[in-house]
Structures are given as structure tokens and as C-alpha cells.
């Protein structure tokens, strides 16, 4: 079935730093890829999201692009600030909305000033 | 557009008791999907619905777990018996089809199972 695999947490970074969270996945056909972010006690927000390959996602000085050759959706930013402080899920889902999302287990970000 | 809407934001009840958590999708979204979040399991779907019928209900942990969607704006998880091990937060999300699906989650219900 689909997978997604992300990287273990947590990271901890200082305010500034660039940050990676690597995520890949296993999947048939074409999958479309999200990226959600849960702050402290809160539900998921999506982040970003792209639908094809080369697509690039997007959003709040974050980023990530869909490479289909290496089955990948990697999360950066230039320069984290301690509100970025959160878990990151990594997600993908099928063509149709009507499938639900796979997510990865979260990777855990700390940013301390 | 108020978004997925869910009740309670926090439930505790004690063992043996049930457990009735509630969602309200955004209207015109007609997929429906119950997640269950805990530290140890992550995130896991429980049960998801399109078009307020139930397509794959094999993430329910027990017979304990039931969800319905009687309508398309309302659906219900209820567990009964309630078990501390229940306690989790539990999300609702809904979403519409086609290549710019999005998938919006609710701010979640933390059940605490005493």
C-alpha cells in the first residue's frame, strides 16, 4: 500500500538557521503530496501541497517541490523563527479527494532564539 | 466558510461510559475521514465516508467504535464502552474531489478516558 517515510525528530534549531525534513513515499500512480504543520495543542493546518511532478508547493517562506524520479517531497526554509516551533506532516494522497491522506509519523521542530 | 467544525474540543468520562464526538464538514465537501491521534500510533484513519456512505471502516479498533453519517453536513464517532485506552485527540476532516482537492481538518476533540 502507500507509504510515506519522514524523517525522525526531533529537530532542534536555532532562529535563522535553514531547515531540511525530508520526506519520501511509496505510491502507485500519481499521487498528489502535502505538507501539514500542528502547533501546540492545535489540529493540522496545511502548509503546502503539490499535485504533479516538478510542481513546486509553497507557502510562508517554506517550501517544497515534487520529484517523482526520487519519490520525494522534501521541506525547506531559508530561515526558521521560533514560531515555526511545531510537528510537520509529511502526506500524500490519491488522485481523487475522495481517498483519505497517508501521513508519516511527524517530525517534531524546535526553534529556540 | 467556518471549516470542519468539531464537539467537544475536550470530553472526559469515566470507563464504561459513552462517548459521542461530533463533526460538521465544510458544505460541498463530500468526503468525510475520522483520525485518531495519539503519541504512541501517530496518526491513524479510523473510518472515511464519500458521499455519506461508509467505504472503509478497517481502521475502527473494536466493535466499541461506531461512526455514522446520516446527513452530508453531520456525522458521529461514538465509543461504547469508553476505555482509558480510547483517550487520544480525534480529528474530523473533510474534502472535495478533483486536481485541487484540499483536505481541511477540524481543531480536534482530546477525549480523556478516566
Known amino acids: 500500500g502507500d507509504s510515506v517515510t519522514q524523517m525522525e525528530g526531533p529537530v532542534t534549531l536555532s532562529e535563522e538557521a535553514f531547515l531540511t525534513i525530508n520526506c519520501t513515499y511509496t505510491a502507485t500512480g500519481y499521487p498528489s503530496l502535502f505538507w501539514y504543520v500542528q502547533y501546540p495543542g492545535e489540529g493540522l493546518q496545511l502548509l503546502l501541497k503539490a499535485t504533479k511532478a516538478d510542481d513546486k508547493g509553497s507557502n510562508k517562506g517554506f517550501e517544497a517541490t515534487y520529484r517523482k524520479e526520487t519519490t520525494s517531497f522534501h521541506l525547506e526554509k531559508g530561515s526558521v523563527q521560533v514560531s515555526d516551533s511545531a510537528v510537520y506532516f509529511c502526506?500524500?494522497?490519491?488522485?481523487?479527494?475522495?481517498?483519505?491522506?497517508?501521513f508519516g509519523k511527524g517530525t517534531r521542530l524546535s526553534v529556540i532564539a | 466558510d467556518a471549516g470542519v467544525i468539531q464537539s467537544p474540543r475536550h470530553e472526559v468520562t469515566e470507563m464504561g461510559q459513552e462517548v459521542t464526538l461530533r463533526c460538521k464538514p465544510i458544505s460541498g465537501h463530500n468526503s468525510l475521514f475520522w483520525y485518531r491521534q495519539t503519541m504512541m500510533r501517530g496518526l491513524e484513519l479510523l473510518i472515511y465516508?464519500?458521499?455519506?456512505?461508509?467505504?472503509?471502516d478497517s481502521g475502527m479498533p473494536e466493535d466499541r467504535f461506531s461512526a455514522k453519517m446520516p446527513n452530508a453536513s453531520f456525522s458521529t464517532l461514538k465509543i461504547q464502552p469508553s476505555e482509558p485506552r480510547d483517550s487520544a485527540v480525534y480529528f474530523c476532516?473533510?474534502?472535495?474531489?478533483?486536481?485541487?482537492?484540499?483536505?481541511?481538518f477540524g481543531s480536534g476533540t482530546r477525549l480523556t478516558v478516566v
Open positions: 502526506a500524500l494522497s490519491g488522485y481523487s479527494g475522495n481517498t483519505p491522506l497517508v
Open positions: 476532516a473533510s474534502s472535495h474531489p478533483g486536481p485541487l482537492r484540499g483536505y481541511t
Open positions: 465516508f464519500n458521499n455519506n456512505v461508509p467505504i472503509d
